[in-house]
């Protein structure tokens, strides 16, 4: 039997929960900081792996809204990374034709890093080949919360009837409103849980859990992941035909 082209069986969106920075710094006798580093660098070879494999949406998990949990040192690593990583790539996601968006709530972070969020997101909103959404302090039960509050104003203001709300109403005031669904969701590190992350959105995504450690994720594990989705067979509650 030929192969099939890729492209027609790729899943047009991926999320990615970049796990395991810390155990990987940790193996190596580093701080966790290390890991961290080395994961961000293995984002670009994720991303512009997308084109060739068919994903035109990738979303990444950078940030959980239980993540303020750890040590000041590390979160502050982490949002000096954050900033770091977005003045060292824009010209390059730019270039690529990587689109860039923030999901999240952007009131605990600091002004200057959402200055450069909201400064990249303007820079790259010309671009269509890749629509990267970088999740930075991301919960999913947040993201509802703060959704229902905006849904419960526009009732309360008359512009929305109790009435009207049903499954295609709430997700438009879903940080991910402007989004597809995810079709595929990988965690990295071997953790077989979905730790706070889309929740609303991954009702129906296949998920694939893997051992490596997110800075050890080579864009040819990421091709295989992807070609593994290919073979799947989703049926949506549906009896296979
Ligand atoms: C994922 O790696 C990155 C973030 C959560 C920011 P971890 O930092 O969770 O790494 P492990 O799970 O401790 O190895
Ligand atoms: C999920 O990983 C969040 C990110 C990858 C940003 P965690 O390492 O925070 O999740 P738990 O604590 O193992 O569930
Ligand atoms: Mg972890």
Known sequence: MAAKDTKDISPEHVAIIMDGN?????????????????GARRVREIVEACPELG???????????ENWKRTQTEVAGLMALFRRYI?????RLLKHGVR???????LRLDAK?????DDLEVLTSHNDLVHLTIALNYG?????????????????????????????????????????????????????????????????SEYEFID????????????????????????????AV
């Open 22 to 38: 810390g155990r990987w710094a940790t193996a190596r006798g580093r701080p966790r900081l290390f890991g961290h580093q080395a």
């Open 55 to 65: 994903v035109r949406y990738l979303t990444i998990f950078a940030f959980s809204t």
């Open 87 to 91: 003045e060292k790539e824009a010209k």
């Open 100 to 106: 860039v968006r923030f999901i999240g709530d952007r």
């Open 113 to 117: 890093l959402v200055k450069l969020m």
């Open 140 to 204: 999913g039960r947040d993201e509802v919360a703060r959704a229902t509050k905006r849904l419960a104003r526009d009732v309360a203001s008359g512009k929305l009837s109790p009435d009207d709300v049903d499954e295609e109403t709430l997700p438009r005031y879903l940080d991910t409103c402007l989004l597809p669904d995810p079709d595929l969701v990988i965690r990295t590190s071997g953790e077989a849980r979905i730790s706070n992350f889309l929740l609303w959105q991954s009702a129906y």
């Open 212 to 239: 490596t450690l997110w800075p050890d994720f080579t864009a040819e594990i990421f091709a295989q992941t992807i070609g593994r989705f290919g073979l799947r067979e989703r049926r949506y509650g549906a009896v």
